[in-house]
């Protein structure tokens, strides 16, 4: 696990850049599973995700976090298009709805991403043995930060990191399955249909990796 994430912080950070005039890629429907960890090593979250590129909503259950407890349980499900997100706590049934100011996240290249080069990350000509990608930057709405991301040709997300004020975060996906296996993970669950929005305090930001700073 170690190995890989050292393999994708080196992919993350060594792309080769050359002019191209790309448009950032969006990805396909999506099963698989995110890590999200802080240049400290901790993880933050480790959980399954199901993603619905078309619609924009994502839901993300994390069920490992180390060394504290913090997103032990941490069950998200956001709706981008619409601006809100539920914290659900499916052991006591309660729910939280809330309002996203910042609708990034680490499945989908921000439209004004910046394009910095393609990477062969192991051997570009072995079968099997090596995999391409693209390598996206751009800032952080707020600006106090930027992000680097690294897709697939066919732009699975194979890792974001985000660097913000003093604070690192990288985001791995991993086992990827380009299509919804439940839906039923995006819809609302029963116990939030009735909750009322809350409102964000005055300073504060809600968005994915908010989260988990
Ligand atoms: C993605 O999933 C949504 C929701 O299940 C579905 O409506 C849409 O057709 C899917 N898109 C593709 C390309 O399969
Ligand atoms: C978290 O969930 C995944 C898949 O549901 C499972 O493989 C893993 O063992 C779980 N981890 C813990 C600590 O329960
Ligand atoms: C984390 O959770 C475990 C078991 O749920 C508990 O024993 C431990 O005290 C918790 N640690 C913290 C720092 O909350
Ligand atoms: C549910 O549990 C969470 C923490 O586990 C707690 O913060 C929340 O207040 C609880 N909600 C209810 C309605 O008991």
Not at 140 to 168: I, N, Q, R, W
């Amino acid at each position: 696990m170690y190995a890989a994430i050292t393999l994708l912080v080196f992919m993350c950070l060594t792309a080769s850049t050359y002019a191209d005039h790309h448009h950032p890629c969006h990805a396909p429907n999506m099963t698989g599973f995110m890590s999200l960890r802080s240049m400290k090593g901790d993880v933050k979250a480790y959980g399954a995700f199901t993603y619905d590129s078309m619609g924009k909503k994502l839901r993300f259950r994390s069920n490992e976090s180390y060394p504290t407890n913090t997103s032990l349980g941490l069950d998200l499900l956001m709706f981008f298009d619409e601006g809100i997100f539920y914290e659900i706590d499916s052991k006591n049934q309660s729910c939280e709805k809330k309002t996203l100011q910042c609708t990034q996240h680490p499945l989908d290249i921000p439209n004004d991403a910046t394009f910095m080069g393609t990477i062969n990350v192991g051997s570009p000509s072995i079968e099997g043995e090596g995999i391409k990608t693209n390598v996206w930057t751009g800032s952080m709405p707020d600006m106090k930060g930027h992000y680097s991301m690294s897709v697939t040709m066919g732009c699975l997300p194979v890792c974001t990191m985000y660097f913000h004020e003093s604070s690192a975060f990288i985001v791995s996906i991993t086992e990827v399955d380009s299509e919804i296996k439940d839906p039923d993970l995006l819809v609302v669950p029963s116990c939030c249909l009735a909750q009322p929005l809350e409102e964000t305090p005055e300073g504060t930001v809600n968005s994915f990796l908010n989260e988990f700073m």
